[in-house]
Structures are given as structure tokens and as C-alpha cells.
């Protein structure tokens, strides 16, 4: 039997209402566990025993560009800030997204900018992506865990911290007056204030082998085989081969299909567990959810703050 990982991604940005699927399986879960790392946790349901996780820029470049020779590979995440008079802060719909062709130029522009600094911008399809030629011993966070928080807090630390951190401070400056954020301003969006540099790790030649599947639009994940779209039909009654194996869905969409494709799954016994992460808590849902003794459904958001 399989078991499916949730994650729910921006739920501070998504509008509150209730809803009766999510509430049902929340009531009949387990207590809820600290949660730290929920990619690492996502990782080990579809991988071999002992598989290194690659770091999670390097496995999303690698699927957009296949090898390509860079020393550390980030995540250049576009992000608006809000500053005050003390502090600056990543609010709740921070996290931009750009069209390719508004990527593509950005790209452009900062290769032109930083040429002969070993320094490198790829848009690809799931991602920006910046390549320094040197690996750097640096740890940073996703910007999804910084939302609705002051930045300074969760700035890169390690030995090539600085380095890093002084790249960040410098793209705010290239940005501050570019004409991209002159276009964005024009059409009433959100400036992109910086380029947020995260999941950081050594290039790939290779992704590492999986054995189940994946569903959702991180870029991590996204980097690893999908599971079939016929798969997802909650009415399906088949037994296909992605069915028996473990996965890994990541969603903004808190009504997502998968979800109720998961719980017919574990009504009907093809599936032995469900996790349902968020923030950093995560739940647990097992075979025997409905002998569980019931509890009053409580709105989604009580559980996951």
C-alpha cells in the first residue's frame, strides 16, 4: 500500500473558507508533529533507502537544463518587501510570479550586469535559477517559510554567508529603478523588490532515482516523474501501478483533486497513510481513520497555526 504527503504552500495568502474534506481528515488525524523540513520528509516516502536529497535548486535546474558546470545552484525566488521605519518584511502575497518572457530578460539584463563576476542568471521553465562558479558553504530558507515576517531573521548564514547576502543586497539595488519594475508599476503589480537566493547545493549530473510520484508545482518535486493525470480521477476505480506506489503532492489549492483522489484511496485500502503538512505542523491519517472517536470539525487554519 502507499502513502501520500501533502503540503499545502501559502496558506496565509489563500481566502479562509471552510472546507468539509480537509476538516473531515484533520478531525480523525493524529496529534499533529513538528515539522522542519517537510521536502526531506517528502523526499524519503519516494526514494530509496539511504538516497542523498540533492539540494533543492540543483534538482530543478538539472530537469530544465539538464548538467550545467556551476560550483552551487540557487533558487532566485522574485519577492516584494514592505519596509518600515525598523525593519523589512516579506508579506503574505511576497512571492511574485513572472511571466518566461519577463524572466528571460531579467536573466539578460543581470548576466550583462554581473559578466566576469562568476555569477550566472538561467530562467527556465520552473524556476530562476543563479549559478555561482564557486561552491558555497552557505544555508539559507525558503521564502515560503519567511512570509508575514521581518527578513532579517532569515537571511543566508554559513561560511560564504556574506558573500551571498551582499549578492542579495546588490540585486535590490540593480532592481530598485529597472525597467521591469517601471512596466510592473505601470500595470498596478507588485515590484519585484529582490531575488530571494535559497535551496542551494552542488550541481547535478544526474537526478537521483525515485520510486514513486509527485503532483503539484514545487520546484523541487516537479523535477521527479508525475503521476498520471488518469490517476486523479477520484472515480476511478483502477489499480495501476502509480496507484501502489508512495507520492508527494504540493498544492496552493486547498481543494485540490488529489486530495479527494487520496482519500478514496484510503477508504478503499490502496492507500496505508496520508500526511497533511502545512506551516510547521503536519498530520497524520491512517487506514483506521473512521473508528477513530469523532471530534468537532474545527475551520482548517485553527489546526495548522
Not at 522542519?36 to 540533492?54: K, Q, S, V, Y
Not at 518587501?81 to 530578460?105: C, F, H
Amino acid at each position: 500500500m502507499s502513502t501520500h504527503y501533502f503540503r499545502f504552500t501559502r496558506c496565509g495568502a489563500v481566502e479562509r473558507q471552510r472546507l468539509q474534506l480537509l476538516e473531515r481528515l484533520l478531525a480523525r488525524a493524529d496529534s499533529p508533529t513538528a515539522v522542519t523540513d517537510w521536502r526531506a520528509d517528502g523526499f524519503r516516502l519516494i526514494a530509496p533507502r539511504m538516497t542523498p536529497m540533492p539540494g533543492v535548486g540543483a534538482a530543478a535546474l538539472y530537469a530544465d537544463f539538464g548538467t550545467v558546470d556551476a560550483g552551487s545552484v540557487f533558487l532566485a525566488t522574485p519577492v516584494h518587501y514592505v519596509a518600515d521605519m525598523s525593519s523589512v518584511r516579506l508579506p503574505a502575497d511576497g512571492i511574485l510570479s513572472l511571466s518566461q518572457l519577463d524572466a528571460e530578460v531579467l536573466a539578460v539584463d543581470f548576466n550583462r550586469v554581473w559578466q566576469d563576476a562568476g555569477i550566472r542568471l538561467l530562467a527556465g521553465r520552473r524556476a530562476l535559477y543563479c549559478a555561482v562558479d564557486q561552491a558555497l558553504d552557505a544555508t539559507t530558507q525558503d521564502p515560503e517559510g519567511v512570509l508575514d515576517q521581518r527578513i532579517e531573521n532569515h537571511l543566508p548564514t554559513g561560511a560564504d554567508a556574506p558573500r551571498l547576502r551582499r549578492l542579495m543586497s546588490e540585486i535590490e539595488m540593480w532592481l530598485f529603478e529597472h525597467a521591469l519594475n517601471r512596466s510592473r508599476t505601470m500595470n498596478a503589480a507588485a515590484a519585484v523588490s529582490g531575488l530571494w537566493l535559497w535551496g542551494g547545493g552542488p550541481a547535478l549530473t544526474s537526478l537521483p532515482p525515485v520510486e514513486g510520484w509527485t503532483a503539484g508545482d514545487d520546484p523541487f518535486f516537479s523535477a521527479f516523474p508525475a503521476r498520471p493525470e488518469s490517476s486523479s480521477d477520484s472515480d476511478s476505480d483502477s489499480d495501476s501501478d502509480s496507484d501502489a506506489d508512495s507520492g508527494v503532492v504540493v498544492t496552493g489549492d486547498l481543494q485540490s483533486k488529489w486530495l479527494e483522489r487520496s482519500f478514496a484511496d484510503l477508504r478503499s485500502g490502496r492507500a496505508e497513510r496520508v500526511f497533511l503538512s502545512a506551516g510547521s505542523r503536519c498530520f497524520s491519517v491512517g487506514t483506521r481513520w473512521n473508528w477513530r472517536a469523532w471530534r468537532r470539525h474545527r475551520p482548517w487554519w485553527e489546526y495548522f497555526s
